[in-house]
C-alpha cells in the first residue's frame, strides 16, 4: 500500500520546542510550586552550541548517544522535578499524550527531588524509544517525520547485516581494558559508605512498592553458559539491599537456580548502569535468542552490532566482566537461600503489576561510578518499549527458515502484525494460528499482504478495514498459555486469542471474484516518481513544520 518516501528535510523540532514553551505541558513543568533551590522550574531547548565533536554511531558511551540525541534535537532538558509529587511521570505522560509513544522526545532531568531530598542528576529517560532512534543507534540518519521511512533506512541496513552473517547479527569479542581507560572505576564506594538510596533512583507511581533501579543490565556468569546480561527491575530494600526481579523463564533466573541446585548458597552479580545504548538493547531482548543449552555472548552481540568490540573491566570484587565506559556499576551477591518480595510495580503493559513474591535478594559490597555520574530511569508502561528493528529483523530472518513466505513481522504491546506472500488459499490464516498457539505473548495475530508495510499504522487500519471479513478469516483460540502479566487474563497466564486473516481473501477462501484496485497504487502506476516530485516541490510543507509529518 505504502510508496517509499525518500530524502532528509529540517528537523522537527522547532514545532515540539514552541510547544512544550506555549502550551500546558510547559506550564504544568515551570508553575510547580516549591521543587527546586532556584524559584522556576523550565524546560530549556537543547544546547544550542556543542563543544564536543558531532557525535555518531558506534556510541561508547551514554554521554555519546545522548549528544547525538541533542545534535538531532530529540532532546528536553529540564531543570529540575520533584519526583516526591511524581512530576517527571506526569510530565512523560504529557509528553506521550501530545506527540504519541514513538515520537516523545527524550528528557534529561538536571536534578531530581526524592524522598524530600535534592539530588543532581543528571537523569536521562526515554533515550531508546523515539522512532528516530531506530537509526540514530546505527549512525544512520532519520527520514525527517517520516517514521516509516526511518524504519525501512534501518531494516535494509540491518537486513544487509544478517544477510552478510548467515542470519544471525555478527559477533565482535569484547576487549579488555586497563583500570586508567575504564570510567566506569574513577570512583570507588566501599563499607559502610555503600548507599544506593543517596542516588536519583525513582519511584515512578504512588502503586509502586518503592524505588526502583528499573534500566540496570544485570550481569551474571554461569560455568557453563557464560556471561548473561538481562534487564531486570531491582527494587532497593536498604543502603545496601536490593530485591532483583528476574522472573522464571529468564535465562538469568534459570543459571541463579542452577547455581542453587549446585548446592551453592550464593553468586557474584554486577548491576550496570547508565551503559551504552547497544548493550542496553541486548540486555534488555532476546537479541540473540538463547537457544537451549548454547553459550552466548550477549556482550560480543552488542560488538557486532554496532561495529566495535566493546570493552570492558573486571570487578574489583567478583570476576565478572562489565562495560568499562558505563556510568555506574554496583557489585554484589545474591542470595540463594531466600526469596523476597519485589513489587508491586507499573508493569510495560500500563497497569500495576501483583507483587513478585520470589525475588532475589542482593547485597551490595562495592559500587564504582563515573565522576558525576549520569542516570536512566525508565518510565515503565507509558513510554514505548525498546526500539523494534533489530528484534523485527533478527525474527523475521529465523521465521523465513520454517515460513519462507513471510516477508515481515511487527509486535505492538500483544498485537502482533505478520505480512506473508500468499502462496495458496488458507495459507496466512494456518501460519497465524501456528504463531498464536507457539508464542504466548502473541494476543492478537493480524496477517496482511505483503503490499502493506506494517510499520505505518495507517497501512494497517487499512488491510484490516478493506480486506478483512471477520467470517470465516478469523480464528478464535479459548484459552492458551500467555504471561503472567496480562491484566484482562481471568485466570492468570492463560488468555484466549485471535487471528485476524486481513490479507485479500481469494475466491477460494470465500472472497470476491474480482478485487477492487487501491486507488493509491492506480497514480503510481500512472506516475512512479510523482511522490518524489510532490516531496521536491513541497518539501518544506510536507516535512519542515510538522504539520504533514510525524507518521508513525
Ligand atoms: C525496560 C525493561 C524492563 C524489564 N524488566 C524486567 C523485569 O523486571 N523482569 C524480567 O524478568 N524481565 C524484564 N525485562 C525483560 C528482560 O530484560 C528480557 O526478556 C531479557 O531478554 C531477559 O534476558 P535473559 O533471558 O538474558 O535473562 C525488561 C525489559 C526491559 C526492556
Redesign the pocket.
Known amino acids: 500500500m505504502s510508496e517509499k518516501q525518500s530524502g532528509t528535510s529540517p528537523k522537527d523540532a522547532v514545532s515540539r520546542r514552541e510547544f512544550l514553551t506555549v502550551t500546558g505541558a510547559g506550564l504544568a513543568a515551570a508553575s510547580t510550586a516549591g521543587c527546586a533551590a532556584t524559584d522556576s522550574t523550565s524546560i530549556a531547548p537543547a544546547a544550542a552550541t556543542h563543544r564536543r565533536p558531532r557525535a555518531t554511531a558506534p556510541f561508547d558511551s551514554l554521554r555519546d548517544y545522548v549528544q547525538a540525541l541533542d545534535e538531532h534535537g530529540l532532546l528536553q532538558r529540564i531543570d529540575a522535578i520533584d519526583q516526591d509529587a511524581y512530576e517527571g511521570t506526569a510530565l512523560m505522560c504529557r509528553l506521550v499524550d501530545i506527540y504519541g509513544r514513538f515520537r516523545a522526545p527524550i528528557v534529561l532531568f538536571e536534578r531530581v527531588r526524592i524522598d524530600g531530598r535534592w539530588i543532581d542528576g543528571p537523569v536521562i529517560a526515554n533515550q531508546l524509544r523515539h522512532v528516530d532512534c531506530e537509526a540514530i543507534l546505527f549512525g544512520l540518519e532519520p527520514v525527517t517525520n517520516d517514521g516509516p521511512a526511518t524504519y525501512r533506512r534501518a531494516r535494509v541496513y540491518l537486513d544487509d547485516m544478517l544477510d552478510k552473517a548467515g542470519g544471525e547479527y555478527p559477533t565482535i569479542p569484547p576487549v579488555e581494558v586497563t583500570r586508567e581507560q575504564a570510567p566506569c572505576k574513577q570512583v570507588v564506594v566501599t563499607g559502610d559508605a555503600i548507599d544506593i538510596t543517596r542516588y536519583p533512583f525513582f519511584k515512578n507511581n504512588p502503586g509502586d512498592s518503592g524505588r526502583f533501579l ?2 540496570t543490565s ?1 550481569f551474571n556468569v554461569d560455568p557453563e553458559l557464560g556471561l ?7 527494587e532497593i530494600k536498604g543502603p545496601r539491599h536490593i530485591a532483583v ?11 541463579f537456580m542452577a547455581a542453587k541446585a549446585r548446592g551453592e548458597t550464593s553468586v557474584p552479580i554486577a548491576l550496570v548502569l547508565g551503559q551504552d545504548p547497544m548493550i ?1 538493547l541486548v ?5 540473540p535468542e ?1 537457544r537451549g543449552k548454547q553459550a552466548v555472548d ?1 556482550l560480543a552481540t552488542a560488538g557486532g552490532l554496532r561495529g566495535k568490540a566493546i570493552d570492558v573491566i573486571k570487578c574489583d570484587t567478583n570476576h565478572i566482566r562489565v562495560p568499562a565506559h558505563a556510568e555506574m556499576i554496583i557489585e554484589g551477591e545474591i542470595s540463594l537461600e531466600a526469596f523476597e518480595p ?1 513489587g508491586p ?1 507499573g508493569e ?1 503493559s500500563g497497569y500495576i503489576g501483583a507483587v ?1 513474591e520470589q525475588a532475589f535478594s542482593m547485597t551490595v559490597t562495592r559500587i564504582t561510578h563515573r565522576k558525576d555520574p549520569w542516570f536512566v530511569n ?1 518510565f ?1 508502561g507509558i513510554t514505548r ?2 526500539i523494534e528493528m533489530p528484534s523485527a529483523a533478527l525474527t523475521v530472518a529465523g521465521l523465513q527458515r520454517f515460513v519462507p513466505e513471510i516477508v515481515d513481522y511487527r509486535y505492538v504491546d500483544s498485537v502482533t502484525f505478520f505480512s506473508i506472500k500468499k502462496k495458496e488459499p488458507g495459507q496466512a490464516l494456518a501460519v497465524g494460528k501456528r504463531l498464536a498457539k507457539l508464542i504466548p505473548v502473541f494476543k492478537i495475530v493480524v496477517m496482511v499482504d505483503d503490499d502493506v508495510d506494517i510499520w505505518n499504522p495507517a497501512d494497517l487500519f487499512m488491510a484490516c478495514a478493506t480486506r478483512w471479513q471477520a467470517f470465516p478469516a478469523s480464528h478464535i483460540f479459548e484459552n492458551l498459555p500467555t504471561m503472567p502479566l496480562e491484566p484482562s487474563a481471568p485466570v492468570r497466564g492463560q488468555t484466549a486469542k485471535i487471528v485476524i486473516d486481513a490479507t485479500r481473501q481469494w475466491p477460494e477462501e470465500g472472497g470476491p471474484e474480482h478485487y477492487p484496485e487501491y486507488s493509491r497504487q492506480v497514480l503510481a502506476k500512472h506516475d512512479p516518481d510523482i511522490f518524489t516530485k510532490v516531496d521536491a516541490k513541497w518539501g518544506a510543507i510536507i516535512f519542515g513544520d510538522g504539520r504533514g509529518g510525524n507518521r508513525g
Open positions: 528499573n534500566t544485570v548473561n546480561i538481562g534487564t531486570y527491575r531491582c526481579g528476574s522472573g522464571e523463564g529468564q535465562t538469568g533466573h534459570t543459571m542496553w540486555s534488555g531482548a532476546r537479541i538463547r550477549e519485589n510495580y510495560g513478585y525508565d515503565t518499549p525498546l
